[in-house]
């Protein structure tokens, strides 16, 4: 089941997000010597409880270097619940995509309270001030960051965006990774805000990639029935434009058609995630919808770091929480926040004819 | 009264610390604005009193250019306050050289509570953990940053090296000015670490500079005096060789002998403070004796920052506080700790027959 998370926690983190291998050897040791961890629908959370996100923040290619220890998770915990006082009762991810899907699971083991299956992106964004809390005015700090060195700050800022430069010059000075705690939330408040269910979306989207690989059949079409998104490409990569620009993994995948996308091209263009896609020229998807690209035969989720020329891979949509489309979300988590100067496309409008049959079957 | 602090809190300075003109203005209208603030002796405090060091951090030359709010300064002991669960009943300045030494006078006021006649350096230094507590084994952390945007930072470390880089780190983001609380103590421990009487003392420094003025005697006799100090010095700056290195102002000043000491050199070194003075090549004082400049005929203070070729000065030395010169002390702050490979020299042991004399008169 862990096994299953990692992998729809990779097709969620829709290319960014850090790479949750990492995360899930931590949570299995942690298990392994705290016991299991409850998974809690949010209905089942009494409106008082206290839960908090626990994070990690810094640069992915760090993480795996220095495997964090389960000590710090804990530590960044105890950090923000010094400065609410208050102990929290249950841990949320801040996302179901990428390494924050699995971290919250070891400070729930040490902690031995239940984590939440509801998430606040329902996919993977890279900072985080793009949670649904803060569609409804949550804000980004109080917030905790702590260190392998076991150096503690506790932040508090007017906006998220200082919330984000503070911290970033925090997590860059301690060696490019930290822990966070932060929105700190009633029971009541993770019931209207979290993305409900994003953890067992997660595993849900794992489980269909292996039951799919077992029955030979295609999990790139069982991942796209699951979760009624669109095979928006197939394609073999032909060039990766990619730089570092401000701590960001910029960049573009060109794709050349193959298949019924025979003589087609289409441009993925990333920022850190995935974040617009373009077909012959036409945006057929954009943030905050999620564009993912799934190795072809093995549905292997391809992350934006790894794209290589020569690669066979499929390029899915999925539909985002709807919060995400609203005015409000999209002016957080639309192109344009991302630099992009299209608007948004929701993913279910630009379906070809051949992909909407695809979906459909 | 405010005045002849300032003055000899530049003196004290010992050619760093800050200019503390612009603390001067805020500690004056604090004062117009919120009544008189009581100068204590530690001796008068209560032992259980709760007593922190607020203290601006930054570029000196920035803090000029941006006037700090009052409410910042109240904002960082504020921070600290709700860090440690308690309410402080008095403040005390840092450091009593240079922009330090006024800024709690503004905290105080505004908080309508006493001030300790005492710091924790008997002078300036450039770090926040050199202070006298720092040698009974106080921890620099827990420590609040509080900037003029709204942002507070609460930061708790595993040693005064991860607190300094990860602070400076935070300052540098937030523009260069960041007000801060730090060294949380009480009255009893206040008693035991701080230097006591460091304010009056500058204030007294002050006044025999503009008394020796009025009765056109020499201001740099006055002060040598008053602090059973060293004339180490009188000569013409003949060059300044100064760089910026890591934030610092590194260099030295050469100095041409004039009078009795016609024909010699001196070499007075500085990093940000002056730090180490050899006269015609033997080191005469070090860190963490006081350096000082003064202008030959009015005994103005000259920081490192302001020496220039042409200047008539006189190079003074005035003896730390004595637990500066124990081994935890000389380890903190004796010359190596600022890169120079010299021994400690007090300044007293380095007195010329000449000087000697003038000292003693």
Redesign the interface.
């Known amino acids: 089941m862990l096994d299953d998370l990692v992998v729809g926690a990779t097709i969620l983190a829709a290319g960014g997000g850090g790479d949750p291998y990492i995360g899930k050897l931590m949570a299995r040791r942690s298990i392994r010597d705290h016991g299991p961890v409850p998974l809690l629908d949010v209905a089942e959370v009494p409106d008082d409880a206290r839960i908090a996100f626990v994070a990690s923040m810094g640069a992915p290619s760090v993480v795996v270097e220095k495997l964090p220890r389960a000590s710090e998770v804990v530590a960044a915990l105890e950090?923000l619940e010094?400065?609410v006082g208050y102990r929290f009762t249950h841990i949320a991810p801040a996302e179901a995509g990428g390494l924050n899907a699995v971290i919250p699971v070891t400070a729930a083991a040490l902690r031995g309270i239940p984590m939440l299956d509801a998430d606040g992106m329902g996919r993977a964004f890279p900072s985080l001030d793009l949670v649904t809390p803060a569609l409804y005015g949550a804000s980004t700090t109080p917030l905790s960051l702590v260190d392998e060195?076991?150096?503690?700050?506790?932040?508090?800022?007017?906006?998220s965006d200082?919330?984000d430069?503070?911290a970033?010059?925090?997590m860059?000075?301690?060696g490019c990774v930290m822990m966070s705690a932060l929105y700190p939330m009633t029971g009541a408040q993770a019931k209207e805000w979290l993305v409900r269910g994003a953890l067992s979306l997660a595993t849900r989207l794992g489980e269909v990639v292996r039951t799919a690989r077992a029955r030979h059949e295609s999990p790139v079409d069982a991942v796209v029935a699951e979760q009624r998104g669109a095979r928006l490409f197939d394609g073999k990569v032909v060039g990766v434009e990619r730089a570092t620009e401000g701590g960001w993994t910029v960049g573009e995948a060109v794709l050349c058609g193959l298949d019924d996308f025979e003589g087609q091209e289409f441009r993925l263009r990333f920022r850190n995630e995935y974040l617009v896609g373009a077909r012959d020229g036409r945006i057929v998807a954009t943030t905050p919808d999620l564009l993912m690209a799934l190795e072809l035969d093995s549905g292997a989720p391809i992350p934006a770091e790894e794209m290589r020329y020569g690669y066979r891979v499929a390029v899915i949509g999925l539909p985002c929480d709807d919060r995400w489309r609203t005015e409000v979300g999209l002016r957080a988590a639309g192109p344009r926040r991302f630099g992009y100067d299209v608007d948004f496309s929701p993913v279910e409008a630009s379906l070809p004819v051949e992909a909407n049959t695809r979906a459909a079957r």
């Open positions: 950090a010094d400065h060195h076991g150096n503690r700050i506790v932040l508090t800022t007017e906006s200082w919330a430069r503070i970033r010059a925090a860059i000075t301690s």
